[in-house]
């Protein structure tokens, strides 16, 4: 996300400046393609596979499977959240270009009121995975209005391309996550903590390959 950022504002800034209209709104969509389909294949592998990573990787010692349940629960969570959170930095630049840094503030201040309501609400209910929740909301929440007052104010011309494309890479993450999820099964007795640590290591890491493989294929 951070990456994006930083290659995406001075690209845009120099195209605005120059006039490019059509230039900036292209790398604008190009931009939230690139984000889009790294993040998207992202959340469906953390929701579908977090236990198996977090077993994997942390359950051994005083680390039970209560505790994988509820650190697993937490990340697929996060997951979720995580396209939305690497937005944020695709669409700032589309403010701070334009030398406007009101607008984002204010809407991470909203965001941030937010996000404590949801968590202090939440979290007597479903305790971690409470404001693992509320970061999600709020940091889709944020997105959504960054983009939405693009959109409003003429700064980022909706594109069928995009809607298309996007589309597309939600079908490719889907089937990836339905593929990921009948693989896991089937690996299942090499990811349980009673096999070899390097026999679930290499069963985690051919989960991986393979949801990669699937999601590629399909997205292009």
């Known amino acids: 996300g951070i990456a994006v ?20 709104a292209n790398i604008q969509n190009r931009s939230m393609e690139f984000v889009l389909f790294l993040t998207l294949p992202a959340a469906g592998a953390l929701w579908v596979i977090s236990d198996e990573i977090v077993r994997v990787l942390y359950e051994r010692g005083a680390f039970s499977p209560d505790t994988t349940s509820i650190v697993a629960g937490t990340l697929a969570i996060y997951g979720l959240g995580l396209p939305g959170f690497v ?23 909203l965001s941030v009121v937010v996000n404590c309501i949801l968590a202090v609400s939440l979290f007597p209910l479903f305790h971690e995975r409470g404001i693992a929740t509320a970061e999600a909301v709020s940091g889709w929440l944020t997105a959504l ?32 996550a339905v ?3 009948y693989a896991s099964g089937f690996l299942a007795d090499r ?3 009673s096999s070899p640590l390097l026999e679930q290591l290499a069963a985690l890491g051919l989960l991986i390959g393979f949801a990669m ?8």
Request: aromatic content about 8%; glycine content about 6%; charged content about 20%.
């Open 191 to 193: 990811l349980a903590p």
């Open 145 to 176: 209005l960054l983009f939405v007052t693009l959109v409003r104010r003429g700064h980022w011309p909706l594109e069928r391309a995009l809607a298309w494309r996007v589309a597309r890479l939600i079908v490719a993450t889907l089937v990836m």
């Open 87 to 109: 937005m944020i930095k695709a669409l700032n630049p589309g403010f701070f270009a334009r030398e406007d840094t009101k607008t984002p503030m204010r809407i991470t201040m």
């Open 5 to 24: 950022g930083v290659v995406l504002l001075p690209e845009l800034a120099r195209a605005l400046k120059g006039g490019h209209q059509i230039e900036a």
């Open 213 to 220: 493989v699937v999601y590629f294929s399909v997205a292009f």
């Open 179 to 181: 593929s990921l999820e």
